[in-house]
């Protein structure tokens, strides 16, 4: 079975200082992860994939996420917080379950405030 | 890149009536589509796993009878809720993935969602 644990639900940060959104996952196989971001009202949108590549993933906005398979951890993180950035953020982990199938699963979500 | 369209954005209707949303890949064929239903502050519940041609896998606690779904080409699926109640009005969410088997570890691509309202 696959779960994934976003530690925080709520993260708050000042504009131009460091974003550290927490994702931990459990696995039985080599699992895909995934962190999504969702604006208000809005689908979700992909920041950043890992598929057994390298561990350090870099995405889109100046987003990146490193891989640890020993703390089973995925943690986002930013360098610089902008305004822009405050919105929901997903961490998805998919593997492969009894059934045969791929099935995706989602963290709570922790949402990033960003004060000016 | 891959876009995922989800039709209507937004409905409002009254209690009773069946309401239909449709979830289009535009530039890619997606083997398997999921309906999210996602209530507020919280995270996407999965309703269901379609895949074109056969019959959708539905999550436990997921009537059936009124949420259906049919995956009837690789590009379009569509999620029916039929006698909507106020209970149902939430915000649904469609994504779209393609690959079998190994291949499956792709990315899903997500609508915008539709934010359904039933008066």
Not at chain 2, 65 to 87: G, Q, R, Y
Request: with cysteine; charged share 15%.
């Amino acid at each position: 079975a696959q779960s994934v644990t976003q530690l925080d639900s709520h993260v708050s940060v000042s504009e131009g200082t460091p974003v550290l959104l927490r994702c931990n996952y459990s696995s039985s196989y080599s699992p895909s992860l995934f962190w999504y971001v969702q604006h208000p009202n809005k689908g979700l949108q992909l920041l950043l994939k890992y598929t057994s590549a390298a561990t350090l993933v870099k995405g889109i906005n100046g987003f990146e996420a490193e891989f640890k398979k020993s703390e089973t951890s995925f943690h986002l993180t930013k360098p610089s917080a902008h305004m822009s950035d405050a919105a929901e953020y997903f961490c998805v982990v998919s593997d492969l379950t009894s059934g045969g199938s791929y099935i995706p699963t989602f963290g709570r979500g922790t949402s990033l405030i960003v004060h000016p | 890149g891959a876009v995922v369209s989800q039709h209507p954005s937004r409905v409002i209707c009254k209690s009773g009536t069946s309401v239909k949303i449709e979830c289009r890949s535009l530039d890619f064929q997606a083997t398997t589509m999921f309906w999210y239903r996602q209530f507020p502050k919280q995270s996407l519940m999965l309703m269901a796993t379609s895949n074109e041609g056969s019959k959708a896998t539905y999550e436990q606690g997921v009537e059936k009878d009124k949420f259906l779904i049919n995956h009837a080409s690789l590009t379009l699926s569509t999620l029916t809720v039929t006698s909507a109640h106020p209970e149902d009005s939430s915000f649904y969410i469609c994504s779209a993935r393609t690959g079998t088997g190994f291949l499956a570890k792709n990315i899903q691509y997500f609508g915008a969602g539709t934010r359904l309202s039933v008066l």
